[in-house]
């Protein structure tokens, strides 16, 4: 117990140095989206309606991943938009996700926390194995903790769904293997017996609470029954009928997301049209594209694990769009290869003999091999087979993948040093020399690859410098200097994109917002009409124009444009606000009422919404109303 408590100990510290220097960087890209701007995570109560069965739907806020984004807004009710309670609570998951995969493994070894065994080998052996089970434990946790692979999952704050989503996956596999030893304890002293009894009947409950926790999570853990079904014919031996027994609760939960993501009421024709649109995000790249393109993009995640250089939040990815460009072929060989290998494990397991050619530690070793291969393809499945995803490479999307990479890279190491048994020591010794050397090293990596995180124009000046002609680096790098007020800066950025993407609305939106901030009005509601010309659906470019020509003096072209941009993202406190402050200016204080109550209900704390709807209600003599919102005004100035 004190060894396991040392091991847990080293990968808690390892964890906190890895990410020492995280806890004050900001909000970054999408955090700001689904997190700041979000401020249906600033009210619980729509959490409290889905908690107790009632239909809830929220745009900023998935029903399908509801676990998550209550992590946030109870971090928003603890901290508000405080980002040190956020990266605490992100390191904090990573940490308990190394510790998950440190016990997965002592349990895989037939060990438990407490010093116990289950192992079946003859007594000689059984030191042996603990030590090297105990080793690979470690060394696969720690390497988890300590990669700088797993920083975009743990440092941007958004990723947490990625992180907490492992957790739960990690969380339920574990305790469905304590059900499952405590089973086989029971059954040692038992002949018979029911499948469900007791003490494993408690550890199983949990299993399955948390993996419903996973599926409400993010879609990723879709693949979770069928890594624990995996694990169940690998690990364990039992009669059929009561494997089925064991998982088909676990097998029914896979049932979740698909139910998440439709709405059953509808005829049977538009629900298959509704999977088939809802398993494509954001893109128009066929099913066939985004598979041979991830064939070459997993291994590049592979090629990330081993050697983590060159890392960026966003890539210059090629698409492949045939299986006969040799990338594509070589790769889908590969991928074979390293599956064929994880299959031939288990058949030489289920064939293997007493000749005393591989004894157990070996073999202990060969299953881990075999199971995080695949561990590895399985999990990747979701995000890298046949559903589009406008991103076809991301870093966290290896996070909930990386546990298996870790225990077969580090089961076969062991496995190998094991073929020496006449150097046994000797060999176990400099295994281990090497990856202590290892996850220190990759320890300081991920502290500086953190550093890059600092502020939006170290992140996207990494990314540009990396990926020159990304468009979204490109044009964030743009608004991060246009932010510090360096708008000439920020121009050189927009017109890059321009350059090579002439019909990118983004890029003429922000050009429109540099050049009204030089005052060069005209010029910006040129940029702005461009905008909606390439995209007429842009509504960013609708209430654009309508702030321009509320500085030109014209409030009623602001309020056409107001109303179209109101009409495509109805959500948008601001523009409301803006809406607003244009029937003020043409003296319709009603109007103008309207449209500022509608601001404060989306953004409670709208400081300049409230003391302008103050003023309104003052000048239409509702004097109650207008100290109300004065004095709230007054109150989040202050803060």
Known sequence: MNRHLLNIFLVVILGLFS?????????????????VENHDIRDLDYFAEFLKGKPVSHRY??????????????????????????HIVNLTIHIINAILVYVLLVFAFGLTMTGRTHSKSSSSSIGKE????????????LLFVSHPLQTQAVTYIVQRLSSLTTLFYLFSLVMYIQSRQTTEDVSSQESGGSVFSGKNLFFYSLSVVSAVLAMKTKEIA???????????????????GRRILYLIPLLLTMVIIPLSMTDLEKPVGELI???????????????????????????????????????????????????????????????????GIGAYILYF???????????????????????????????LSVESSVIPIIDVINEHRVYLASPGFFIMTVSFTFYLANQFRDRWHGSVKMVTTVFMVAVIVLSFVSSRRNTVWQDEITLWSDVVQKHPGHPTALNNLGEAYASRGQVDKAVIYFNRVIARYPNHPEAYSNLSVAYAGKGQ??????????????????????????????????????????????????????????????????????????????????KPDYARAHYDLGVAFREKGMTDEAGNHLRRAQELQKK
């Not at 494509?280 to 291994?299: A, D």
Request: charge should be positive; include cysteine.
């Open 349 to 379: 397991l289920r064939k293997k003999t007493a000749s005393g050619v591989y004894n157990e530690t070996s073999l202990s070793c060969l299953r881990l091999v075999s199971f995080g291969i695949f561990w590895f393809y399985i999990t």
């Open 521 to 602: 009005i005209d010029k910006a509601i040129e940029y702005s009409e461009r905008a909606i010309n390439i995209y007429p659906d842009f509504s960013k470019g609708y209430s654009n124009l309508g702030v321009l020509y509320i500085r030109k003096g014209q409030p009623d072209k602001a309020i056409e444009y107001l109303k179209k941009a109101i009409t495509l993202a109805p959500r948008l406190a601001k523009v409301h606000y803006n809406l607003g402050y244009s029937y003020y200016l043409k003296g319709l204080l009603d109007e103008a009422i309207e449209a500022y109550l509608k601001a404060v209900k989306l």
């Open 61 to 86: 806020i998935p029903e399908r991943r509801i676990a998550a984004y209550l992590t946030f807004a109870l971090n928003y009710k603890l901290n508000g938009l405080n980002v040190t309670g956020y």
């Open 273 to 339: 049209s509704d999977a088939a649109e809802k398993t494509i995000v954001q893109t128009s790249m066929s099913r066939l594209t985004y598979l041979y393109t991830q064939c070459r993009v997993i291994v590049t995640y592979i090629g990330l694990l081993f050697l983590p250089v060159n890392q960026s939040l966003l890539y210059e990815y090629p698409r492949y769009h045939t299986f006969f460009n040799a990338a594509v072929y070589l790769s889908f060989l590969f991928h074979s290869a390293l599956l």
């Open 222 to 240: 879709f693949t979770l029954p069928v890594v624990i079904t995996i694990y169940e014919f690998i690990f364990f031996k039992e009669k059929a």
């Open 19 to 35: 990410y020492a220097n995280t806890f004050h960087i900001p909000f970054h890209f999408d955090d700001k989206s689904k997190i």
């Open 130 to 141: 603990e030590n090297v089970g105990k080793l690979i434990a470690l060394f696969s946790a």
